[in-house]
């Protein structure tokens, strides 16, 4: 494994392990994000690329369906739609663990000053993928479920539930026991959690309607449902957006984590004393350490 390395040639160093103020944490995680690029991207294409496969299989699948002249050619078409369409819904599911799973340990192991790379964050996700898109569905039928009913439930659940990923997978716990932690670590801070998410979902957003202009400066809206081509490259310049700005968010979310976990539980002297006994201190300086 290589540690990942910015363009002067120096080793990314790892945020300091302190309470982060809200501020600080943003631009810890754009500055993680600037810096590894390459290696954030690299995680997240793969996944992605999985789901701009079975969307463009979706695509020529409903392009490719004649008009349906008899009732069973209506309902062979509608029935091969729907299963198109869960396909898909299920591979956008499980591209969503894999990639939150992977950019989660890669953040952790920048952070903690640890060497990464995609091969390596990748390594770690194995055995746990299932764990992870499970998660993933427990906590957006939550939040989706607590939006439709009259909003308020949903930012409850939002606040909540948000640090449940990098729990799973860096606490190797089940999801029942990832959502009782996340609720946990996330008590007393749930406006700053939301705050965190909203801006990083605006960004996103922000990003993903530029690059949607920007194609409707190169094609017409009619071209763009009538032109099957024109089609596929909006899927790719979907893919990319994705792809590129897509890891803010779980960046984000990862150091939210450690932060609240130095806040809660002094995860920062604990670490510590970790790293000492890793590099062989000897334990008379590790207590003058801790007495200190």
């Given at each position: 494994?290589?540690?990942?390395?910015?363009s002067?040639?120096e080793?990314?160093?790892a945020?300091?392990l302190?309470?982060?103020?809200?501020g600080?944490?943003?631009?810890k995680t754009f500055?993680?994000?600037?810096?590894n690029f390459?290696l954030?991207f690299?995680i997240?294409a793969?996944?992605q690329l999985?789901?701009?496969v079975?969307?463009m299989?979706?695509?020529?699948?409903?392009?490719?369906?004649p008009?349906?002249?008899?009732?069973?050619?209506a309902?062979?078409?509608?029935i091969l739609?729907?299963?198109?369409?869960l396909?898909?819904?299920l591979?956008v599911?499980?591209?969503g663990?894999?990639?939150q799973?992977?950019?989660?340990?890669?953040?952790?192991?920048?952070y903690?000053?640890?060497?990464?790379?995609?091969k390596?964050?990748?390594?770690r996700?194995r055995?746990?993928?299932?764990r992870?898109?499970?998660?993933?569905?427990?906590?957006?039928i939550r939040i989706?479920?607590?939006?439709l009913?009259?909003?308020?439930p949903?930012?409850?659940m939002?606040?909540?539930?948000?640090?449940?990923?990098?729990?799973?997978v860096l606490e190797?716990v089940?999801?029942?026991a990832?959502?009782k932690?996340?609720?946990q670590?996330?008590?007393?801070?749930?406006?700053?959690v939301?705050?965190?998410?909203?801006?990083?979902?605006?960004?996103?957003?922000?990003?993903?309607?530029?690059?949607?202009w920007?194609l409707r400066?190169?094609?017409?809206?009619q071209i763009?449902?009538?032109?099957?081509a024109a089609q596929?490259?909006?899927q790719f310049?979907s893919f990319?957006?994705?792809?590129?700005?897509g890891?803010?968010m779980t960046?984000?979310?990862s150091?939210?984590?450690?932060?609240q976990?130095?806040?809660?539980?002094?995860f920062?002297?604990?670490?510590?004393?970790?790293?000492?006994?890793?590099?062989?201190?000897?334990s008379?300086?590790?207590?003058?350490?801790?007495?200190?």
């Amino acid at each position: 494994m290589m540690r990942e390395f910015s363009s002067s040639g120096e080793p990314h160093m790892a945020a300091s392990l302190r309470p982060l103020s809200t501020g600080e944490l943003l631009d810890k995680t754009f500055t993680l994000y600037r810096q590894n690029f390459p290696l954030f991207f690299g995680i997240s294409a793969l996944p992605q690329l999985g789901v701009l496969v079975a969307l463009m299989a979706m695509s020529t699948v409903f392009r490719s369906q004649p008009s349906a002249q008899t009732a069973s050619s209506a309902m062979t078409t509608a029935i091969l739609g729907l299963v198109t369409v869960l396909v898909y819904l299920l591979a956008v599911l499980i591209a969503g663990g894999i990639n939150q799973a992977a950019t989660t340990f890669a953040v952790s192991s920048l952070y903690l000053q640890e060497p990464t790379g995609v091969k390596a964050a990748y390594s770690r996700v194995r055995g746990l993928v299932w764990r992870s898109v499970n998660v993933v569905l427990s906590v957006g039928i939550r939040i989706v479920g607590g939006l439709l009913l009259f909003v308020v439930p949903g930012i409850i659940m939002l606040r909540r539930y948000s640090l449940s990923v990098p729990v799973a997978v860096l606490e190797n716990v089940k999801t029942r026991a990832a959502l009782k932690r996340s609720r946990q670590l996330s008590e007393g801070s749930g406006g700053r959690v939301l705050l965190v998410y909203v801006l990083m979902l605006a960004l996103i957003w922000a990003v993903s309607l530029g690059a949607g202009w920007m194609l409707r400066l190169i094609f017409t809206p009619q071209i763009l449902r009538e032109s099957f081509a024109a089609q596929m490259v909006q899927q790719f310049v979907s893919f990319l957006v994705g792809a590129a700005v897509g890891p803010v968010m779980t960046i984000a979310f990862s150091l939210l984590y450690y932060d609240q976990r130095v806040r809660k539980e002094a995860f920062d002297i604990e670490h510590m004393m970790s790293t000492l006994q890793r590099t062989g201190v000897p334990s008379a300086v590790a207590a003058a350490t801790t007495n200190a």
